[in-house]
């Protein structure tokens, strides 16, 4: 879907499990690094997925808004078990 756009976009889609479902990856960083480490002032951790994508849109909002069409259409992100956070900002 071609459109006219002013630039080029950083767009971050950051990919995490809901706070109330398990995160047994984050479990074990917390309990295996970070306390064995000596950090026991760190009481939780929580790992994520991150994409990075670059978007040629208008405006950072158009690009959030392809990005986000694009995780909901193509199935990036399970909406029942995990929350998408989407960010852009002006490419360099």
Not at 7 to 13: A, H, N, S
Not at 38 to 52: E, F, H, P, Q, T
């Amino acid at each position: 879907m071609a459109r006219a756009s002013n630039g080029k976009f950083l767009v971050q889609v950051i990919i995490e499990n809901k706070p109330y479902i398990n995160d047994p990856e984050g479990e074990t960083i917390h309990r295996d690094l970070v306390v064995k480490g000596g950090y026991s002032d760190v009481k939780a951790v929580r790992s994520a997925k991150m994409l990075k994508m670059t978007v040629n849109a208008g405006s950072e909002k158009e690009a959030e808004k392809t990005v986000q069409k694009l995780c909901e259409e193509l199935r990036i992100f399970n909406p029942v078990v995990s929350n998408c956070t989407i960010k852009a900002q002006k490419a360099d």
